[in-house]
């Protein structure tokens, strides 16, 4: 949550709150932390999911959840609530983590300001102004570290993706290849240019997020030592 800020949060008796604007699931959604109590009974889950309902409705945007399967027995009671009112699974997604080695591939990558990556972020995946403004806002907010990553051909650009590095992690964001220089190696040397950075800031473990059927980027990842360590999933509002 702190490498992929919201504009706005709110605590809620250990729920977390995320609003920007309807910019990514990932940034509006409620995000359960810990349990407010050993054990919330259903009442108290209901009343909860009632609040936050209220809130999103006032803000124009859908109510989503966004749960881990790391999580204790009250998310998963939460779940079954969720599902009981007619929320539905959306977007399960894979978090897979690497320990960082030293290596001598991908240093090809070039560093840009925020404003100059996020003109070749636009242009590579056809966001439109509205998006990229609040896109811009968004990574803005990053309190940690950042490199702004492009690979170029010449003088055109291929592929993008960002880093951010907090304590001894590293986290990777918006990497994406243009469709026509897919399976040219492109994706596999941007990624390792960015752990490399990412360890010469003192990052020691990496992490990233991979849409479950999304079976090359898990091919490439997996090429790069990357393992499963959790899924999450969105239960959205119907």
């Given at each position: 949550m702190?490498?992929?800020?919201a504009?706005?949060?709110i605590?809620?008796?250990g ?5 920007s604007k ?5 940034s ?9 109590f ?7 889950l ?27 027995r ?9 599902a009981?009112r007619?929320y539905e699974?959306r977007?399960?997604c894979?978090v897979?983590t690497?320990p ?21 972020y636009?242009?590579l995946t056809?966001?439109?102004?509205p ?11 990053i ?8 690979m ?5 650009p ?8 907090e304590?001894?992690l590293?986290g990777?964001?918006?990497i994406?290849t243009?469709?026509?220089k897919r399976?040219s ?9 960015l ?10 473990r ?8 999304n079976?090359?980027?898990h091919?490439?990842y ?11 999933w969105?239960?959205i509002?119907?």
């Amino acid at each position: 949550m702190n490498a992929w800020p919201a504009m706005q949060q709110i605590l809620l008796d250990g729920w977390v709150l995320r609003f920007s604007k309807g910019f990514t699931k990932r940034s509006n959604s409620i995000v359960p932390v810990y349990p407010a109590f050993k054990t919330e009974t259903e009442e108290t889950l209901l009343d909860k999911i009632r609040y936050c309902e209220n809130l999103y409705a006032r803000e124009q945007l859908q109510t989503v959840f966004r749960l881990t399967s790391i999580s204790d027995r009250n998310t998963a009671q939460l779940d079954e609530l969720l599902a009981e009112r007619g929320y539905e699974i959306r977007e399960r997604c894979d978090v897979l983590t690497c320990p960082l080695a030293s290596t001598d591939q991908g240093s090809a990558i070039t560093l840009l300001t925020l404003e100059q990556w996020l003109k070749v972020y636009c242009y590579l995946t056809g966001m439109g102004d509205p998006a990229a403004t609040l896109h811009n806002l968004i990574l803005k907010g990053i309190a940690g570290e950042c490199a702004f990553a492009v690979m170029m051909e010449g003088d055109n650009p291929v592929a993008c993706g960002l880093g951010v590095v907090e304590h001894e992690l590293i986290g990777l964001f918006d990497i994406y290849t243009h469709p026509e220089k897919r399976r040219s190696g492109l994706g596999r040397r941007l990624v390792t240019g960015l752990l490399n950075w990412g360890q010469s800031r003192g990052a020691h473990r990496a992490y990233l997020q991979v849409v479950d059927d999304n079976n090359p980027a898990h091919a490439l990842y997996e090429e790069l030592n990357f393992k499963h360590s959790h899924e999450y999933w969105y239960r959205i509002a119907s």
